[in-house]
């Protein structure tokens, strides 16, 4: 078992003992509501806010597999992993890991990864065959540093023919770009993710995990208002 996988595994674990405390305060809520109605209604309001939370843990678990499940297929790891992925071209991928100090661009081989990559990203562009960017040179101090982490190296980098730039400041990369034919645009590490995720073909999986969800509110909603609307019990 990898890594993220015992992560999703110990997410799915954590969300079902979440769930039976749930599951105790929904029965009470449903016996409290109901105290003065009939045994039937009480009946159901009490098994049914046991019921509620279990399927509703159930579902999540379903719609996260679905959208780890979708997200993969697309060449991104899923973002409840902690581990964005966008695919660039030619094997190159940006990663973001927690968070955007965290950034990086790898190629990958077989599934392996190369060494024409950068670490510690904090600004990216990606044009035509250019990667342009800036990042901290110190690793390591992205990792336990203070935030904001400032870029100390600047980058123009083409994925065809390896062409390797390494201006000294924004301004040489500015005009580097410009002799190659594009104007610089730098975005923040999580303005790119931003941009380049959230796509029609992005959402729409979580629009149509939302519907069931909806549709069963709004049963349960009016079932428990026909329910409670039934005369009080006398005596029961």
Same mark, same amino acid.
């Given at each position: 078992m990898s890594f993220w996988q015992s992560i999703l595994l110990i997410e799915m674990l954590v969300l079902a003992v979440l769930s039976v405390p749930v599951m105790g305060i929904c029965a009470g809520l449903g016996w409290l509501i109901t105290r003065k109605k009939s045994r039937r209604v009480r009946r159901i309001f009490i098994w049914g806010g046991v019921a509620l939370p279990a399927v509703g843990v159930v579902y999540a678990i379903f719609a996260i597999v679905v959208l780890g499940l979708s997200d993969l297929v697309r060449g991104r790891d899923a973002s409840f992993l902690d581990d964005s992925r966008i695919p660039l071209r030619d %094997?190159?991928?940006?990663?973001?890991?927690? %968070?955007?100090?965290?950034a990086t661009i790898n190629r990958y081989e077989n599934g392996q990864v190369t060494t024409d990559g950068f670490y510690n990203v904090r600004a990216f562009q990606f044009k035509g065959d250019w990667l342009a960017g800036a990042y901290n040179s110190n690793f390591l101090m992205g990792l336990t540093g203070p935030e904001p982490m400032k870029a100390d190296h600047w980058f123009l980098f083409n994925i065809k023919t390896k062409q390797w730039l390494k201006p000294d400041s924004e301004a040489e990369l500015r005009d580097a770009a410009a002799a190659k034919g594009f104007s610089l645009r730098l975005q923040s590490s999580e303005d790119f993710y931003r941009s380049h995720s959230s796509t029609p073909g992005f959402d729409l999986p979580s629009l149509v995990l939302l519907v069931p969800p909806l549709l069963g509110i709004y049963w349960v909603w009016g079932k428990g208002r026909r329910l409670l609307a039934e005369p009080a019990a006398t005596g029961s």
């Open positions: %094997g190159y991928v940006w990663s973001m890991l927690r %968070g955007p100090e965290i």
